[in-house]
C-alpha cells in the first residue's frame, strides 16, 4: 500500500539558510499535518492543512510557512534556520478524523 | 500544561521479561483518541494502535496488550515477553475531536531490552 512520502530524508544546512521539505499524502488523503521531534523530544504539532487550506496552527515559527497544493501534496518553508531548527520533521496524511499516516521523516541538521 | 504523561523516562528489562509502559491522559472532551507509537533508532514513527473515547476494551495483539481505562485516565501498554528488536522508544498520543485533530504526543518512553 502507498504511504506518505517525504523528501528529502536527509538535509543539511547552515545557519540563515532556507529549506523547503516536501510531503505527498497517501492518494486520496485531503488533510496534512506537518510535526517536529527536536533531540529528544516528542514530536510538536506545527500546522495542518485541509482541502488546501490551512486548517489548525501549532508551535510553528514565524520564520516557516507552509502551503497544500492542488495535488494535495505540501512543502514546508523554512527561512533563517537556526541550530535549534534541527530536528526531525514528520508530515501525516488522513482523510478521516483521528487516523493519520506518519511519513518517515525528514532530518534537518542545521550547521 | 502536558494533556499526555509517560512518567517512565527509561525503562530496561532483561529479554523475556514482562514490561508495562505508563500513559496518563488529560482531556475535556468526550470524544478523544489514544495511540501508541513505536520509535526505533532508524526514526519513524511505526503505529501501534487506535483507541476511541467510548471503546474501553482492553486488547491484545501477539505480545503488546493495551489497558485503557477511563475512570483513572490511563492508556497503559504491555509488551509480554519482551523481546531485543522491542527496544525503541515509545510514544502514547492524544487526539481530541475538538482541537483539529492535531496530535498530543506524551515524552516518550526508552525502553532497552537487553539480551
Known amino acids: 500500500a502507498a504511504g506518505v512520502i517525504q523528501s528529502p530524508r536527509h538535509l543539511i544546512k547552515e545557519k540563515r539558510e532556507t529549506a523547503t521539505l516536501k510531503c505527498y499524502p497517501i492518494p486520496r488523503h485531503d488533510t496534512v499535518y506537518w510535526y517536529q521531534q527536536g533531540p529528544g523530544q516528542d514530536p510538536q504539532f506545527l500546522i495542518s492543512?485541509?482541502?488546501?487550506?490551512?486548517?489548525d496552527k501549532g508551535s510553528i515559527p514565524d520564520r516557516f510557512s507552509a502551503q497544500q497544493f492542488s495535488d494535495y501534496h505540501s512543502e514546508l518553508n523554512m527561512s533563517s534556520l537556526e541550530l535549534g531548527d534541527s530536528a526531525l520533521y514528520f508530515c501525516?496524511?488522513?482523510?478521516?478524523?483521528?487516523?493519520?499516516?506518519f511519513g518517515p521523516g525528514t532530518r534537518l541538521t542545521v550547521l | 500544561a502536558q494533556k499526555v504523561t509517560q512518567a517512565q523516562t527509561e525503562i530496561s528489562v532483561v529479554e523475556k521479561e514482562d514490561v508495562t509502559l505508563d500513559c496518563v491522559y488529560e482531556t475535556r472532551d468526550t470524544t478523544y483518541y489514544l495511540f501508541w507509537y513505536k520509535q526505533p533508532p532508524s526514526g519513524e514513527l511505526v503505529f501501534l494502535i487506535r483507541r476511541n473515547s467510548f471503546d474501553e476494551q482492553n486488547e491484545i495483539s501477539g505480545r503488546y496488550s493495551w489497558n485503557f481505562q477511563k475512570s483513572t485516565s490511563s492508556f497503559n501498554f504491555t509488551i509480554t515477553a519482551s523481546q531485543v528488536v522491542d527496544s525503541a522508544v515509545y510514544f502514547c498520543?492524544?487526539?481530541?475531536?475538538?482541537?483539529?485533530?492535531?496530535?498530543?504526543f506524551g515524552t516518550g518512553t526508552s525502553l532497552t531490552v537487553i539480551p
Open positions: 492543512f485541509y482541502e488546501k487550506m490551512q486548517s
Open positions: 501525516a496524511s488522513s482523510t478521516r478524523v483521528n487516523e493519520q499516516f
Open positions: 498520543a492524544l487526539s481530541e475531536a475538538n482541537t483539529g485533530n492535531q496530535f498530543y
